[in-house]
């Protein structure tokens, strides 16, 4: 996830924040005015005129790379079971290879992921496609030192392609953090999102301003991340109350808790639907966090466990 949102005392430390409900001018942890019927939404003060198909009525689940508490991270394996699961959201990592292959991979290096050493610059797509991407993989409470908590290991588990996840999932909402943080990481995403006629229904995240105002010079029609003047600006909005201010970003990324104080609430929630901005929150896990987040009416969490969610959503689709 895009880090940062904690609250105005360390907004200046945050390289990239989607500067709406991340800025604090509104005391965070003010939950009145939620809704407690279990639906999550009260259109009346969350108006949605579908222009924006992160803010579909409903929450959203989005599995964090894939679902990472279930399934090795960031692999098709992930991506195909908490989507058939009920899920709603691709979520995925991207970094560059060195013969320019855009692949879902979290770290800079492989050896976390795969057990072998490696820089995933530094290697071809071929070289990394024969690593084990399940390798790692360990069930929640398991020795990680015992081969028998390793389900996924040694089958077949491989490191995927950004073309390979778009041609097998062409109408499902991404949401991509651009991990590798060059400016030539830009051109070889937008050339696959351009082919893949993806535009509308995309997110795309860095850390990288500068990465972010060029993904926006060639790919204008993506959804991105802010970069610190957006920040800026919806600070001064918000101080202001100004129910003109038309964000630069439709979907912003706040934590649902930094340091032990909750930051989303229903007023951010509200002041931040009334200008058209999905709320996306990360990473949440705790079922009773979650039944919150959905009472409030958030537009989708990211969670390691899918299957959690879909429970409380009543939405599964196979067994959860």
Same mark, same amino acid.
């Given at each position: 996830?895009?880090?940062?949102?904690?609250?105005?005392?360390?907004?200046?430390? *945050? $390289?990239?924040?989607?500067?709406?409900?991340? +800025?604090?001018? *509104?005391?965070?942890?003010?939950?009145?005015?939620?809704?407690?019927?279990?639906?999550?939404?009260?259109?009346?003060?969350?108006?949605?005129?579908?222009?924006?198909?992160?803010?579909?009525?409903?929450?959203?689940?989005?599995?964090?790379?894939?679902?990472?508490?279930?399934?090795?991270?960031?692999?098709?394996?992930? /991506?195909?079971?908490? +989507?058939?699961?009920?899920?709603?959201?691709?979520?995925?990592? %991207?970094? #560059?290879?060195?013969?320019?292959?855009? *692949?879902?991979?979290?770290?800079?290096?492989?050896?976390?992921?795969?057990?072998?050493?490696?820089?995933?610059?530094?290697?071809?797509?071929?070289?990394?496609?024969?690593?084990?991407?399940?390798?790692?993989?360990?069930?929640?409470?398991?020795?990680? #030192?015992?081969?028998?908590?390793?389900?996924?290991?040694?089958?077949?588990?491989?490191?995927?392609?950004?073309?390979? %996840?778009?041609?097998? /999932?062409?109408?499902?909402?991404?949401?991509?953090? %651009?991990?590798?943080?060059?400016?030539?990481? *830009?051109?070889?995403?937008?050339?696959?999102?351009?082919?893949?006629?993806?535009?509308?229904?995309? /997110?795309?995240?860095?850390?990288?301003?500068?990465?972010? #105002?060029?993904?926006?010079?060639?790919?204008?029609?993506?959804?991105?991340?802010?970069?610190?003047?957006?920040?800026?600006?919806?600070?001064?909005?918000?101080?202001?109350?100004?129910?003109?201010?038309?964000?630069?970003?439709?979907?912003?990324?706040?934590?649902?808790?930094?340091?032990?104080?909750?930051?989303?609430?229903?007023?951010?929630?509200?002041?931040?639907?009334?200008?058209?901005?999905? +709320?996306?929150?990360?990473?949440?896990?705790?079922?009773?966090?979650?039944? %919150? #987040?959905?009472?409030?009416? $958030?537009?989708?969490?990211?969670?390691?466990?899918?299957?959690?969610?879909?429970?409380?959503?009543?939405?599964?689709?196979?067994?959860?």
């Amino acid at each position: 996830m895009v880090p940062g949102f904690a609250a105005i005392a360390v907004v200046v430390a *945050v $390289v990239v924040a989607i500067g709406v409900v991340a +800025i604090g001018v *509104v005391p965070w942890g003010n939950n009145s005015g939620a809704t407690q019927d279990g639906s999550g939404i009260d259109e009346d003060i969350l108006p949605n005129d579908g222009s924006n198909p992160f803010r579909t009525g409903y929450t959203l689940v989005i599995p964090h790379g894939g679902g990472d508490g279930l399934f090795p991270e960031n692999t098709m394996l992930a /991506f195909q079971r908490s +989507i058939a699961m009920g899920a709603d959201v691709v979520d995925v990592d %991207l970094r #560059l290879s060195k013969d320019v292959v855009v *692949v879902a991979f979290h770290d800079a290096t492989t050896d976390r992921i795969t057990g072998t050493a490696g820089s995933i610059r530094a290697m071809t797509f071929e070289q990394l496609s024969v690593l084990d991407a399940g390798w790692s993989f360990t069930t929640a409470g398991s020795d990680p #030192l015992d081969d028998d908590s390793h389900p996924y290991r040694d089958k077949d588990v491989s490191i995927p392609t950004f073309e390979s %996840l778009l041609d097998e /999932f062409p109408s499902t909402l991404l949401s991509v953090d %651009l991990k590798d943080e060059s400016l030539d990481m *830009v051109q070889p995403v937008c050339d696959l999102l351009r082919a893949h006629q993806r535009f509308n229904d995309v /997110f795309v995240g860095s850390n990288s301003d500068g990465q972010i #105002l060029e993904f926006r010079r060639q790919c204008p029609d993506v959804r991105t991340s802010a970069i610190m003047g957006d920040v800026y600006a919806s600070r001064d909005a918000r101080a202001s109350n100004d129910r003109n201010f038309v964000p630069a970003v439709t979907v912003d990324q706040p934590p649902f808790r930094n340091d032990g104080r909750q930051l989303v609430d229903a007023e951010s929630l509200a002041w931040a639907h009334r200008h058209g901005v999905a +709320i996306l929150t990360w990473v949440v896990n705790d079922v009773d966090d979650m039944q %919150l #987040l959905v009472d409030l009416g $958030v537009d989708g969490i990211y969670t390691s466990y899918p299957n959690r969610l879909l429970k409380i959503l009543g939405r599964c689709k196979t067994e959860c």
